[in-house]
């Protein structure tokens, strides 16, 4: 099996200009970030539903439309919850419990401790 790199940075400005590549464009990316992952995901933090809403610009009634499966929210709404929750190190793949990253923001407390510190350059 063979699988192309995609710059997204390159995407996101080809874009900008109104030119698709690829024959996709970056809208066509899947996210990782589900339903199903939104509840699971505050209670690894212990975040309310109102502190997701602080840290994502997400409302809170469109959350708790999502939790409770009242409504789908757009793409960029499912986005912008994706990467409040991605900054403190969640990872998120579908068909999965949300996992804590090992190498994100949170994974390590303090990386002096880790046995593998002296590589960082």
């Given at each position: 099996?063979?699988?192309?790199?995609?710059?997204?940075?390159?995407?996101?400005?080809?874009?900008?200009?109104?030119?698709?590549?690829?024959?996709?464009?970056?809208?066509?990316?899947?996210?990782?970030?589900?339903?199903?992952?939104?509840?699971?995901?505050?209670a690894i933090l212990n975040?309310?539903?109102?502190?997701?809403?602080?840290?994502?610009?997400?409302?809170?009634?469109?959350?708790?439309?999502?939790?409770?499966?009242?409504?789908?929210?757009?793409?960029?709404?499912?986005?912008?919850?994706?990467?409040?929750?991605?900054?403190e190190g969640l990872v998120?793949?579908?068909?999965?419990?949300?996992?804590?990253?090992?190498?994100?923001?949170?994974?390590?407390?303090?990386?002096?401790?880790?046995?593998?510190?002296?590589?960082?350059?």
């Amino acid at each position: 099996m063979s699988g192309k790199i995609i710059d997204l940075e390159q995407i996101r400005a080809l874009k900008a200009l109104g030119i698709e590549w690829g024959g996709f464009s970056i809208n066509d990316l899947p996210v990782s970030f589900s339903t199903e992952h939104c509840a699971k995901a505050r209670a690894i933090l212990n975040w309310s539903v109102e502190a997701l809403a602080f840290r994502s610009g997400v409302s809170v009634r469109a959350i708790r439309d999502l939790e409770d499966n009242r409504r789908p929210l757009r793409k960029v709404t499912m986005q912008a919850l994706s990467f409040a929750l991605e900054a403190e190190g969640l990872v998120f793949l579908p068909g999965m419990e949300p996992m804590r990253g090992q190498n994100c923001r949170g994974g390590t407390l303090d990386p002096r401790t880790r046995d593998d510190f002296h590589l960082i350059d």
